[in-house]
Structure formats: structure tokens, C-alpha cells
């Protein structure tokens, strides 16, 4: 091969369905010139025939960010206007990325779309993402930086404060995932957080409508709850926290009564499934019937670092709905994954496995 045919081959060895614009934005060379040298891979009996796009099953796609964490925990209480003595780390993060990676782990196909800068932290988060996912579907924008999320954590571990520096998400519009239509067409299901613009947002329900694919949407803070549409019955499943209800039902959820009339209003919205969870409390599950699950407490002793906690059970939840799992086992496989990530300093834990889960699942469900 000449050294476009390779650049191109690998291109489409990484995303078989990618498109030949995607492609010609990629090598910086005209879509004619990569149409020919698609000819030429396919003469070289690189690629079978013209139809190289292949629909490849079960491809989970997620939209959304992916960031550059930054941790830094308390050595002791927080003294506010004064240093305080801390420590600090950095890994990859993102709602979306996260729950890719937690996928990936998982034994699933998984695509990424998200928006990064032409910089270091993208190449970072590339680096270690790649392994588990495909992210030859991030949209590079110059004069953008990749996005960050910085936690500060008191002597607990518990987030105190979260600084986001999320402005690139804005760029991540309709237009970019129109050029990205082959690969949501395959896609059997599609997650997407709502760092998302809520045109973004909007644009995924009617896709997801039309094509019949089933959406998963996660919240992701108070404050962007307003990025929902008000009508939402393409979402098979909502993942959302109480605070985030109250917020959108601008009601108080501090009763039983309360929380699960905020479950009624998600489904008269035409959600098909909620999953709230109420802090490190209480699983919610509507759909349209409604059970409660309690949450094991861990004693702080062992909490090592929260962070991703709950895109560990976002993403085993999905995981265990996506193959076909009942409510039950669905909670239990979040929970499960959750429980142990908190234990873990990995945003995501390193030894997640399916086998790995189950039989942590098992030991989860016997240790109630």
C-alpha cells in the first residue's frame, strides 16, 4: 500500500462504516481522491467490494463528554480563604466516555462521539479510551480545548465542589452527528448525556424514532435538566437522581409520595423507563410499574474515591438492559458495579469484566 491507502485502510479497519466524507476530513484530501483510492484498496483485494461498510451488531454508541478528570482530595476539613494541604491526580472522565469504557469492559461493542481540541488532553484521553472503544468518530475542533472536570474532594471522599470547564460540548450539534448518520444507523442502541445542546438532544429523539433505535438518556446536574425536551417518548430509558427531578418538577421530593409521584410526571412525559436514584440510598425503577431497592452501605473506611460511581451504574445497568436482564438483575448489576468503583481510585475500575461482575453480583446479592 502507498501511504494514503494505509492512512485510509486503517481509517476504515477501525470504523468499517465510516463515511467517505468522514474519511476525506480525516486525511485532509478530497472525497474524489478517496473514492479512488478505495477503488484501488478494493482492487488490492484489501477491501471485498464496494459495500465496505458493514453492519456490524450490536454497536453501542455514545454521545457525549469526554474529559480530562482532575481529583484533588483534602487532607483535612476544608478551610475556606487559606491553603489547605491536598493531593491531586488526573485520568480520563466524562459521563459518556465513562460509560463507554465501562461497556467496553464489559464485553460490549461500543462507539464514541464527542468533540475534543487539537491538543494534549485529547491525545490523553485517545491514548487510554482506545482500547476499549472506537473514537474515530471525536470531531476535532481548532480553537477549542478538550473539556475538563475538575472534583475537589474533602477528607471523606465525598465531592465538596465540581469545577467543569465544558464550553466544547456546544459544538457538539445536530450538524456533527448528521455527518455521523451511517454509524447511528447501525447502531442498536444509542446513550447520550446532557453535556449535550438540548437541539442535540432533540435531534437524537426524532433519530432514534424514525430508525426505532433504542435511547438511553443520563442526566448529568441540576442545572441542564433544562436541556430535555418537554416531550420525550423516543427515550426507552431516562437515568436520573432525585435532585435532578425536583429540580425539573421544580417540586420538593422528600417523601416516598413525592419521589414516586416525580416517577408518574417522567412517564406521563412518555419515558418508558426511570431509573432514579436517590443519593447512596434508594434504587427507583418505573416502567410503568414501580419497586424500590435498597443500596449496601459501605462504610467510609473503604470509600477510596466516588467519582464515577455512578456511570459505573449507568453502564452496568444499561449493559444488563441491553441483554435483555430483568429489573431486578439490571439494579443489581449498577449497584454491584458502583459499589465496587467507589472502592477503586480508577474513575473507572480496572478489573471489570462480565465474569468479574457476576460473580461480584453474586457476593453483592448474599452479603444483603
Avoid at 478505495?38 to 454508541?61: C, Q
Avoid at 465513562?98 to 487539537?118: C, D, F, M, P, Y
Avoid at 452527528?177 to 429523539?205: G, M
Amino acid at each position: 500500500m502507498t501511504d494514503n491507502e494505509k492512512l485510509i485502510f486503517e481509517l476504515i479497519q477501525a470504523n468499517p462504516f465510516i463515511s467517505q466524507q468522514s474519511l476525506s476530513e480525516k486525511v485532509g484530501l478530497s472525497r474524489s481522491a478517496v473514492a479512488n483510492i478505495i477503488s484501488s484498496l478494493i482492487r488490492k483485494n484489501y477491501l471485498l467490494g464496494k459495500a465496505y461498510v458493514v453492519k456490524r451488531l450490536g454497536t453501542i454508541v455514545c454521545i457525549g463528554a469526554a474529559n480530562v478528570d482532575k481529583k484533588i482530595k483534602t487532607n483535612g476539613q476544608l478551610k475556606q480563604y487559606t491553603s489547605n494541604p491536598v493531593t491531586s491526580t488526573t485520568s480520563i472522565g466524562g459521563v459518556s466516555r465513562n460509560v463507554a469504557e465501562n461497556l467496553g469492559r464489559l464485553g460490549n461493542q461500543v462507539s464514541l462521539i464527542s468533540v475534543s481540541g487539537n491538543d494534549s488532553e485529547w491525545a490523553y484521553i485517545k491514548e487510554l479510551s482506545s482500547p476499549f472503544m472506537d473514537v474515530t468518530s471525536v470531531v476535532m475542533i481548532e480553537g477549542q480545548s478538550t473539556g475538563t472536570y475538575t472534583a475537589l474532594l474533602d477528607e471523606e471522599g465525598e465531592m465538596y465542589l465540581g469545577l467543569a470547564d465544558m464550553s466544547i460540548y456546544d459544538c457538539l450539534t445536530p450538524e456533527v452527528l448528521s455527518k455521523q448518520s451511517t454509524l447511528l444507523q447501525h447502531a442498536k442502541c444509542i446513550v447520550v448525556d446532557l453535556n449535550c445542546p438540548k437541539e442535540t438532544i432533540e435531534y437524537l429523539c426524532s433519530f432514534a424514532q424514525r430508525h426505532h433505535t433504542k435511547l438511553v438518556v443520563i442526566t448529568v446536574s441540576e442545572p441542564k435538566m433544562e436541556r430535555l425536551p418537554k416531550q420525550l417518548s423516543a427515550v426507552d430509558c431516562l437515568i436520573v437522581n432525585k435532585g435532578e427531578s425536583a429540580a425539573y418538577f421544580n417540586m420538593t421530593l422528600d417523601t416516598k409520595e413525592q419521589i414516586e409521584l416525580a416517577m408518574d410526571k417522567w412517564l406521563e412525559l412518555g419515558v418508558k423507563r426511570v431509573v432514579l436514584t436517590a443519593g447512596g440510598h434508594d434504587i427507583i425503577v418505573a416502567s410503568p410499574q414501580k419497586k424500590w431497592y435498597k443500596v449496601k452501605p459501605l462504610d467510609n473506611q473503604f470509600i477510596v474515591d466516588v467519582t464515577g460511581a455512578g456511570d459505573a451504574f449507568s453502564a452496568a445497568y444499561i449493559d444488563a438492559w441491553y441483554h435483555g436482564m430483568d429489573d431486578e438483575e439490571c439494579v443489581l448489576a449498577g449497584m454491584t458495579n458502583a459499589y465496587h468503583t467507589i472502592q477503586s481510585e480508577y474513575t473507572v475500575r480496572q478489573n471489570v469484566t462480565k465474569t468479574q461482575l457476576k460473580k461480584e453480583m453474586k457476593e453483592y446479592r448474599n452479603n444483603e
